[in-house]
């Protein structure tokens, strides 16, 4: 449930930007849901060893939106695909197992706070690629995984998200 305050703070804003951006870009399909349909499972959870971004620039991108009149930036950090965009103990599908090797969270959030933006994320509960989610993508349709551990998979997220809150 989201407070009054923080509603009418957010409307007030009107303008922001949602990044939602990750190694599919590579294929030119939509994250996560053209997993299996558009881009093949095995193809798609190999394109982050391709993902490298080399000229990304996450001052130049802030200062780009603030120049713009953006008042906030969400940044999609992991998506149902799984992948996630910082450095994660939980799991090795991310950021920093590719060439990049570098944390486009962390550079967004300390850019967004050089410049004044407001920075959030989102984060998909949501993750066919983990082995312990209970629902998973094969050729574009959910099959319940038989031997998941939601347990285990609860905890991975919770770690995940304190990552996020406290990094």
Known sequence: ????????????????????????????????????????????????????????????????????????????????????LWDSKFMDYNIMNGPFKRDIVRELADACKKHDILFGTYYSVLDWKHPDYPIELQEGKKVRRENADINKYIADMKGQLRELVDQ
């Open 1 to 84: 449930l989201t407070n009054n305050e923080s509603l009418q703070n957010w409307l007030d804003m009107r303008f922001g930007m949602f990044i939602h951006w990750g190694p599919v870009v590579l294929r030119g399909t939509e994250i996560g849901w053209s997993r299996g349909r558009e881009v093949s499972i095995p193809e798609y959870d190999q394109l982050y060893k391709e993902f490298n971004p080399i000229f990304f620039d996450a001052d130049e991108w802030i200062r780009i939106a603030k120049s713009a009149g953006m008042k906030y930036i969400v940044l999609v950090t992991k998506h149902h695909d799984g992948f996630a």
